[in-house]
């Protein structure tokens, strides 16, 4: 492999990383303060796609789709929050799983309904449909801009968490929920607020995919799973090590491609395993603790 | 005391259990089993082929061979797990006097299995892997779709004759993708071309940006690939994204455009595809079909759909000839042989092995439509490797 190729595979890895990052996060957050084993994160993701297809071929413009599907998508993450999720706090995992299955099952049927089976395309923004120049190759200039975004959200995230009165309580209540709730903060409140984030995160990730992937019925199944193995890696809860996982498994998928093709759908799960067994608990898990 | 409308209900109930052979062969009802898929990712595809079967039984006046036609339709859900108790259902619980169906190839290979230890009559309406008419082709299995060569191997010409003797594959890596490689490659090979690479993608993986760098740092002729449904809306979005389209020629067979030109748009203007079917292909039976499809559905007619009308157009032929006696293997078999079609596709006749010999067309999308360049193998017959019958 030359070094110019080589160079562009690790760009390509990177941004399939970030985008990988976006839907991780969410859920990793989730999972990590609500302690909520969220199945449905992907179809949020797909629901995000479907938006922006729907609402960006009926005005023309990607840009305003994102603009009304984010705060739709909150208002969504805030329904299901408070009709399904919130019921959920205190039973195990078990039935965490059967209802999150089941809000993936009626998702699906939903968008069925609603949007059809058929497979749609969604055009980049017309100021962002060129491509740029790699060397000797080129690259398409809307993922420059999906990383860029991805980049600006983990930044604005990391901010928010480290840096601000509501980020305190999170990591509060992600650690002893029982005394942040002694301490006269409203936790169910705090709740509502993450799972709702974390929804909007996974739609907007799909709304920024949806020009790179196309849209179509099960999308967001395959993106769960690779989502899951992003949390698995960097350690359930922890949004840096969602990051640095999502990375590797960029760059691991990408380069697994090209060098082991033969290989390359295992190459995940062997980055995976191999992160596992030299760290259980994932690269930036918390030590032994109770959830 | 009249007759109570339960007691006449009864009675007709009772009629339908008496044994078949009560009557005369002439009028039962012809009970024709579709094995295909009504829900899931080729949904579309089962409803053309119902709808275009449909549609020409009404135009014989709904008889073929003087029998009136029954349906007996099963959602195969494209899963070949579930196939061998579909097949089952259609052949011992409903008894049809003919199978016709499926899409998914899996599921065709697990009826395959199950259809060559029984005698009724098979027809294979879409699913084009090579071993239908190949290894496991048997007499009264017939296929009136295409084989998956039949859709690759005249590509490989169009390449050559182009002067593009480096060519890159790219696939998704399954049955379907792995018979159309081999039979371009051996029509590459053969015209003195060379594979510079090839490229085998897990299906249903859609994410080919490493690949694509990969193509753009290894400067083929050309590139031919496969891919179908969604896989293939994206492949020709990022292709063009990637900016190769202009440097690289993208070929590929039909399926790479097939249904998903709106999705793609601009991005697929100017690839050549090769395929037995062309929406605008320019004959009288096509002009016909399409139109009353139209009027019949409300949608526009497809390949798949031309399949499912050629089927029960050939059966009615055959059934003709036999006067509706499906118990005339012997007979129904060689009137399928040898009947004749003018199909929406082109001259239409079976092979030694039952196979359509059929013509492949060259396609290239202008203006978002898929223009007929003309026929890129003429009588294209299905090598039929395996394949022990009639010869």
Same mark, same amino acid.
């Given at each position: 492999?030359?070094?110019?190729?080589?160079?562009?595979?690790?760009?390509?890895?990177?941004?399939?990383?970030?985008l990988?990052?976006?839907?991780?996060?969410?859920?990793?957050?989730?999972f990590?303060?609500?302690?909520?084993?969220?199945?449905?994160h992907?179809?949020?993701?797909?629901?995000?796609?479907?938006?922006?297809?729907?609402v960006?071929?009926?005005s023309?413009?990607?840009? =305003? *789709?994102?603009?009304v599907?984010?705060?739709? /998508?909150?208002? !969504?993450? @805030?329904?299901?929050e408070?009709?399904?999720?919130? $019921?959920?706090?205190?039973?195990?995992?078990l039935?965490?799983?059967?209802?999150?299955?089941?809000?993936?099952?009626?998702?699906?049927?939903?968008?069925?309904?609603?949007?059809?089976?058929?497979v749609?395309?969604?055009?980049?923004?017309?100021?962002?449909?060129?491509?740029?120049?790699?060397?000797?190759?080129?690259?398409?200039a809307?993922?420059?801009?999906?990383? =860029? *975004?991805?980049?600006?959200?983990?930044?604005? /995230?990391?901010? !928010?968490? @480290?840096?601000?009165?509501?980020?305190?309580?999170? $990591?509060?209540?992600?650690?002893n929920?029982?005394m942040?709730?002694?301490?006269g903060?409203?936790?169910?409140?705090l709740?509502?607020?993450l799972?709702?984030?974390?929804?909007?995160l996974?739609?907007?990730?799909?709304?920024?995919?949806?020009p790179?992937?196309?849209?179509?019925p099960?999308?967001?199944?395959?993106?769960?799973?690779?989502?899951?193995?992003?949390?698995v890696?960097?350690?359930?809860?922890s949004i840096?090590?969602?990051?640095?996982?999502?990375?590797?498994?960029?760059?691991a998928?990408?380069?697994?491609?090209?060098?082991?093709?033969?290989?390359?759908?295992?190459?995940?799960?062997a980055?995976?395993a191999?992160?596992?067994?030299?760290?259980?608990?994932?690269?930036?898990?918390?030590?032994?603790?109770?959830? | 005391?009249?007759?109570?409308?339960?007691?006449?209900?009864?009675a007709?109930?009772?009629?339908?259990?008496?044994p078949?052979?009560?009557?005369a062969?002439g009028?039962?009802?012809l009970?024709i089993?579709?094995?295909?898929?009504y829900?899931?990712?080729?949904?579309?595809?089962?409803?053309?082929?119902t709808?275009?079967?449909?549609?020409?039984?009404?135009?014989?006046?709904?008889?073929?061979?003087?029998?009136?036609?029954?349906?007996?339709a099963?959602?195969?859900e494209?899963?070949?797990?579930?196939?061998?108790?579909?097949?089952?259902?259609?052949?011992?619980?409903?008894?049809?006097?003919?199978?016709?169906?499926?899409?998914?190839?899996?599921?065709?290979?697990?009826?395959?299995?199950?259809v060559r230890?029984?005698e009724?009559?098979?027809?294979?309406t879409?699913?084009?892997?090579?071993?239908?008419?190949?290894?496991?082709?048997?007499?009264?299995?017939?296929?009136?779709?295409?084989?998956?060569?039949q859709?690759?191997?005249?590509?490989?010409?169009?390449?050559?004759?182009?002067?593009?003797?480096?060519a890159?594959l790219?696939?998704?890596?399954?049955?379907f993708?792995?018979?159309?490689m081999?039979?371009?490659?051996?029509?590459?090979?053969?015209?003195?071309?060379?594979?510079?690479?090839?490229?085998?993608?897990?299906?249903?993986?859609?994410?080919?940006?490493?690949?694509?760098?990969?193509?753009a740092s290894?400067?083929?002729?050309?590139?031919f690939?496969?891919f179908?449904?969604?896989g293939a809306?994206?492949?020709?979005?990022?292709?063009?994204?990637?900016?190769?389209?202009?440097?690289?020629?993208l070929?590929?067979?039909?399926?790479?455009?097939?249904?998903?030109l709106?999705?793609?748009?601009?991005?697929?203007?100017?690839?050549?595809?090769?395929?037995?079917?062309?929406?605008?292909?320019?004959?009288?039976?096509?002009?016909?079909?399409?139109?009353?499809f139209?009027?019949?559905?409300?949608?526009?007619?497809?390949?798949?759909a031309?399949a499912?009308y050629?089927t029960?157009?050939?059966?009615?032929?055959?059934?003709?000839?036999?006067?509706?006696?499906?118990?005339?293997?012997?007979?129904?078999?060689?009137?399928?042989e040898s009947?004749?079609?003018?199909?929406?596709?082109?001259?239409?006749?079976f092979?030694?092995?039952?196979n359509?010999?059929?013509?492949?067309?060259?396609?290239?999308?202008?203006?978002?439509?898929?223009?007929?360049?003309?026929?890129a193998l003429?009588?294209?017959e299905?090598?039929?490797?395996g394949?022990?019958?009639?010869?």
């Amino acid at each position: 492999m030359s070094l110019s190729l080589f160079l562009v595979q690790l760009v390509n890895g990177v941004e399939y990383g970030l985008l990988l990052f976006l839907v991780a996060s969410g859920l990793t957050l989730v999972f990590g303060v609500l302690g909520v084993l969220n199945f449905a994160h992907g179809s949020f993701y797909m629901l995000g796609a479907y938006l922006a297809w729907w609402v960006s071929a009926r005005s023309g413009s990607l840009l =305003l *789709a994102i603009a009304v599907g984010v705060p739709a /998508m909150v208002l !969504i993450g @805030l329904l299901v929050e408070r009709l399904a999720i919130a $019921r959920l706090y205190s039973r195990d995992h078990l039935s965490q799983v059967l209802l999150t299955y089941g809000l993936v099952l009626l998702f699906n049927e939903l968008q069925s309904v609603l949007f059809g089976n058929d497979v749609h395309g969604v055009n980049t923004p017309e100021a962002l449909s060129f491509t740029v120049r790699l060397g000797e190759q080129t690259w398409p200039a809307w993922r420059a801009f999906t990383s =860029l *975004a991805c980049i600006c959200i983990a930044v604005t /995230m990391r901010q !928010i968490v @480290l840096g601000t009165r509501f980020g305190m309580r999170v $990591r509060a209540g992600a650690s002893n929920p029982e005394m942040v709730e002694a301490l006269g903060i409203d936790v169910r409140r705090l709740f509502a607020t993450l799972f709702s984030a974390g929804t909007a995160l996974a739609g907007l990730a799909g709304m920024l995919a949806a020009p790179l992937t196309t849209v179509y019925p099960g999308m967001g199944e395959s993106v769960l799973i690779l989502s899951f193995v992003v949390v698995v890696i960097g350690g359930i809860g922890s949004i840096k090590g969602a990051f640095f996982g999502a990375l590797l498994v960029g760059l691991a998928d990408t380069f697994g491609k090209v060098l082991l093709p033969g290989f390359a759908s295992a190459m995940v799960y062997a980055v995976m395993a191999a992160v596992l067994l030299w760290r259980p608990r994932g690269l930036l898990g918390a030590a032994a603790e109770g959830r | 005391m009249t007759l109570s409308r339960r007691a006449l209900l009864g009675a007709a109930a009772c009629t339908s259990l008496l044994p078949r052979r009560l009557f005369a062969a002439g009028a039962a009802k012809l009970r024709i089993g579709l094995l295909l898929p009504y829900s899931g990712t080729y949904a579309a595809l089962g409803h053309n082929i119902t709808d275009a079967m449909k549609l020409a039984a009404t135009e014989h006046g709904g008889k073929l061979g003087g029998r009136e036609v029954e349906w007996v339709a099963v959602d195969d859900e494209s899963d070949p797990a579930k196939a061998p108790a579909n097949v089952n259902k259609l052949i011992a619980g409903e008894k049809v006097d003919i199978l016709t169906g499926p899409v998914h190839s899996g599921v065709a290979m697990a009826m395959m299995q199950i259809v060559r230890q029984e005698e009724v009559l098979t027809v294979v309406t879409n699913a084009g892997a090579q071993a239908v008419t190949g290894t496991l082709c048997a007499p009264h299995v017939f296929r009136t779709s295409f084989s998956n060569w039949q859709t690759s191997y005249p590509c490989a010409d169009v390449l050559l004759k182009a002067g593009q003797k480096k060519a890159v594959l790219m696939f998704w890596n399954y049955s379907f993708g792995q018979e159309s490689m081999a039979a371009f490659k051996e029509g590459y090979a053969k015209g003195g071309g060379t594979i510079v690479k090839e490229i085998a993608v897990p299906f249903p993986s859609t994410e080919f940006q490493a690949n694509l760098s990969e193509i753009a740092s290894l400067k083929p002729d050309a590139v031919f690939v496969f891919f179908a449904g969604a896989g293939a809306a994206k492949f020709v979005k990022d292709y063009a994204a990637a900016g190769l389209k202009e440097n690289i020629p993208l070929y590929g067979s039909g399926f790479l455009t097939e249904g998903v030109l709106g999705v793609q748009g601009a991005a697929a203007e100017g690839i050549k595809t090769t395929l037995h079917y062309a929406d605008g292909l320019d004959n009288a039976a096509n002009k016909k079909f399409r139109a009353a499809f139209k009027k019949a559905t409300g949608r526009d007619a497809d390949v798949y759909a031309v399949a499912g009308y050629d089927t029960v157009n050939v059966l009615a032929q055959a059934l003709d000839k036999v006067k509706g006696d499906t118990g005339a293997r012997k007979e129904l078999i060689a009137a399928l042989e040898s009947a004749r079609l003018d199909s929406p596709r082109g001259p239409f006749r079976f092979s030694k092995a039952h196979n359509p010999i059929q013509d492949v067309y060259l396609r290239q999308v202008k203006g978002g439509q898929e223009a007929v360049l003309g026929v890129a193998l003429k009588d294209a017959e299905d090598p039929a490797a395996g394949c022990k019958m009639g010869k």
